[in-house]
C-alpha cells in the first residue's frame, strides 16, 4: 500500500511538471507567434499600400498623353516662364511649355527606361550566374574576373565613360547602366545557384531521370528568384537616379525629349530666378524614387523568412 501510495503521488507530480511547463512553453511562445503575426499584417498593408502608389505611377505613364492638359511640346513663347497658376498648375518653362505636361510625359522616359533597364540587367545577370554556377570550372573563373573588372569602378564614373564613347542617347544611357549593374545579379545567382545545387532534392532530381535544362528551369530558377526579385525591386530607385544622372550631364535623353533629368539640366540656369522650372522635375523624381525605394524594402520585409510565423 505504501508503494502504491508513493507511486501515485511520484505521477501526480509528473503530471503536474508537465502541465506547468506547456503553461510556460505557451506563455512563451504565444505573444511571439502573436507579434509575428500583426507585424506580418503591418507589412502586408504597406505592401497593398505602396503597390498602389507604384501603380498610379505606372498608370499615369502609360496613359501620360491622355491624361495632359496641353501640349507638352507646343511652345508659346508670350507664355514663358509663368509662375505656376490655375491656368498652369506648375508654371511654363522658358519656352511656354506647360510644366506639368511636360513632367507627366516625361514619366513615360523616365519610368518605363527604368523598369526595362532593371529587367535587362536583372535577366542577363541571373542567366550569367546561374551559367556559372551550375558549369564551374574555366568557365566560371573567367566570368567572375570579367564581372570582377566591372565592380571594380565606380558606378557612376563607368557609367558617363561608357556612355560617352556611345554618344547621347536614352537608349545609350540604358545600355551604360546595364554594363555596371549586371555583376551584381550574376554573383547573387550564382551563389545561390551553388548552395541548390548540393542539396538533397537536386540529387533526387537527377536520380529521377531530369535533364539539366529540367533541374534548372523546374529546381535552380524558382528557388532564387526571391533573391533576384529583392534586388530588382530595391534597384528601381537607383537606376532611375543613374539616368536621370546621365541626362542630366547630357548623355541620356535628348532635347526636346520630355525627361525629368535632361529638364532639370535644361532649367539649371534658372533655380534662383524660376525655381518652379527646376524644382517640378526634381520633386517628380523624388517622389518617384521614394515610392520604388519603400515598395522595395517592403517586399524584403515581406519575403524575409524570419516574418514567416509557425
Not at 172 to 180: L, P
Request: glycine letters at 8%.
Amino acid at each position: 500500500m505504501r508503494e502504491a501510495s508513493e507511486r501515485k503521488n511520484f505521477i501526480e507530480e509528473e503530471d503536474t511538471t508537465e502541465v506547468k511547463k506547456s503553461v510556460k512553453h505557451a506563455s512563451e511562445t504565444g505573444p511571439t507567434v502573436r507579434v509575428q503575426k500583426i507585424k506580418k499584417n503591418r507589412i502586408k498593408g504597406k505592401l497593398i499600400v505602396f503597390l498602389i502608389l507604384a501603380g498610379a505611377l505606372l498608370f499615369v505613364s502609360l496613359f501620360a498623353r491622355q491624361l495632359c492638359p496641353y501640349d507638352p511640346y507646343k511652345q508659346d513663347l508670350s507664355a514663358a516662364l509663368q509662375s505656376p497658376s490655375p491656368e498652369h498648375l506648375m508654371g511654363t518653362d522658358r519656352f511656354g511649355r506647360d510644366l506639368l505636361s511636360r513632367i507627366i510625359m516625361g514619366s513615360q522616359a523616365s519610368i518605363y527606361s527604368t523598369l526595362l533597364l532593371v529587367l535587362i540587367v536583372s535577366v542577363v545577370g541571373t542567366i550569367f550566374g546561374v551559367f556559372c554556377g551550375w558549369k564551374g570550372g574555366k568557365v566560371d573563373s573567367v566570368l567572375m574576373r570579367i564581372s570582377d573588372i566591372f565592380l571594380a569602378f565606380p558606378e557612376l564614373v563607368f557609367a558617363l565613360a561608357v556612355a560617352g564613347v556611345l554618344g547621347g542617347g536614352i537608349q545609350n544611357a540604358i545600355f551604360a547602366m546595364a554594363a555596371i549593374a549586371w555583376p551584381k545579379y550574376a554573383r547573387i545567382a550564382r551563389s545561390q545557384t551553388l548552395a541548390q545545387k548540393e542539396t538533397p532534392y537536386m540529387y533526387a532530381a537527377r536520380l529521377s531521370g531530369d535533364t539539366t535544362f529540367q533541374m534548372i528551369f523546374k529546381h535552380i530558377l524558382p528557388n532564387i528568384m526571391g533573391p533576384v526579385l529583392v534586388t530588382a525591386m530595391l534597384d528601381i530607385g537607383t537606376m532611375m537616379m543613374g539616368l536621370s544622372g546621365l541626362s542630366y550631364l547630357g548623355l541620356g535623353a535628348m532635347p526636346p525629349t520630355a525627361e525629368w533629368g535632361s529638364m532639370m539640366s535644361e532649367s539649371r540656369s534658372m533655380l534662383q530666378t524660376y525655381p518652379w522650372v527646376t524644382l517640378s522635375p526634381g520633386v517628380a523624381i523624388f517622389i518617384s524614387v521614394m515610392i520604388f525605394n519603400l515598395l522595395g524594402d517592403t517586399v524584403r520585409d515581406y519575403l524575409d523568412p524570419r516574418q514567416r510565423t509557425k
